[in-house]
């Protein structure tokens, strides 16, 4: 049996203690969990430990990057394994640690909203083979798939994943405001919104694209930026150029 | 019962002929086509007319932008009702004809690949009272959702679907570029690009905004800046200067 203790309970800490405590395995049990404010969260059994850490095999720390290290050398325990969650951070900031290791989660998590891990790939590092053995072993209880990634793709893969997510969302934002401003509604995009997604899905993006940028269609890029509020043109232009770039249209 | 006849059979007009043919409604069909390149194309069932017109009530113009004017023009039949399918061409194009009209799908369309138009919004523009009931005729046979929006609004729902569709689309490129620069396959990232998408539509893009930009954290920006290709940076720093402008996270 691994016993699991979470420390950081922001939207990842909170829904992994969730999803560990939903687990069908018990050869996996959170035993407790820690937060900055000491505040008890109603939607995890375990019992929150400020100070001594309960008797644990795994520390697995969701915290902000820059919080990791002052929260694992506040940790006594040299027998635990700890890791942390962080797309960015680098393994070996837990090298005071003999067992050390990643347990990413590549997804985006917010309050109120349960995500279904079963679907997502946890990407997992460690610093030794039976470090490696646990993590596999905790991962599995969520998800079917995993697979083991070093810090430096790890790196690249949180930075797909800013494009993946917070620049497609700021794109569907910024389409939602131009069809606000000129009182049209949200949803008669949506149709749009998916097929972009299963045309990129099914015949890969490259090949998906399509548009004035990828015509190398001037007169419409120019009409564009005419209608666009002038804080929005950098951003309009710098995507157009892009993709001209890319498809090899740029004058 | 109105007669359809279509001029153009790229992705847009190849569908709208086989969506037409496929209708169930009797009360609209499709009498025949034209395109540049004279051939026939054998999805379609109607004849193909490279000369004159066949006995029409209405002709649908699917051809490039910079095309309408000529095409309509090379029309001589001033009763029939014509309409352009262009996202930003202005309705007064095609002035000559008293009764004239829009039939904006806003979809991306692309060869070989169907799309159930029963659920995209059909946005239609008409130059007077008979016309618009005709394309809406025409349009219910296709979708049961039909808006009238006029020139100016559609300019700006076309450069919505940009964001919506080339936009979104080169950032899953970019994503999947720096998974497979990084010897990861682009799957790795399917459920973030769902969640993204599912998130955005049950909260609203505006507050499912998460990550670096957000949050200001400018160290997590600069090292992406440091991993990204000279070339992708300029688009980088442009949507994270727009987040931030967004989200008052601007120094």
New interface residues.
């Given amino acids: 049996m691994i016993k699991v203790f979470i420390i950081g309970t922001g939207n990842l800490g909170t829904q992994l203690c969730a999803a560990i405590e939903k687990s069908a395995d018990e050869s996996v049990v959170l035993v407790g969990y820690r937060n900055f404010s000491g505040r008890i969260v109603p939607t995890i059994q375990a019992q929150i430990f400020q100070n001594e850490l309960p008797d644990c095999d795994l520390v697995l720390i969701a915290v902000p990057?820059?919080k990791i290290a002052s929260v694992s050398n506040s940790l006594n325990n040299a027998q635990v394994t700890v890791a942390h969650t962080s797309g960015?951070a680098d393994i070996n900031l837990l090298f005071r640690f003999k067992n050390h290791g990643v347990f990413y989660i590549?997804?985006?998590f917010?309050k109120g909203?349960a995500?279904d891990l079963s679907?997502?790939?946890l990407?997992l590092e460690a610093s030794n083979e039976s470090t490696m053995e646990q993590l596999e072993l905790v991962a599995s209880t969520l998800s079917r798939k995993r697979?083991h990634?070093n810090s430096?793709?790890r790196?690249?893969?949180h930075?797909?994943?800013?494009?993946?997510?917070?620049?497609?969302?700021?794109?569907?934002?910024?389409?939602?405001e131009?069809?606000e401003?000129?009182?049209?509604p949200?949803?008669?995009?949506?149709?749009?919104?998916?097929?972009?997604?299963e045309?990129?899905?099914?015949?890969?993006?490259?090949n998906?694209?399509?548009?004035?940028?990828?015509r190398g269609d001037q007169?419409?890029i120019n009409?564009?930026l005419d209608?666009?509020k002038e804080?929005?043109r950098?951003?309009y232009?710098?995507?157009t150029?892009?993709?001209k770039?890319?498809y090899g249209k740029e004058l």
Same sequence: chains 1, 2.
């Fill in positions: 990057d820059d960015s590549p997804q985006t917010s909203r995500i679907e997502v790939t990407c697979k990634i430096a793709q790196r690249q893969l930075l797909a994943a800013v494009y993946m997510n917070n620049f497609v969302n700021h794109c569907y934002h910024k389409a939602s131009l069809l401003n000129a009182a049209m949200t949803e008669l995009l949506e149709p749009l919104m998916l097929e972009t997604l045309k990129a899905r099914e015949l890969g993006a490259e998906a694209q399509t548009g004035p940028a990828l007169q419409t009409k564009h209608l666009l804080e929005d950098a951003m232009r710098a995507i150029q892009s993709i770039h890319t």
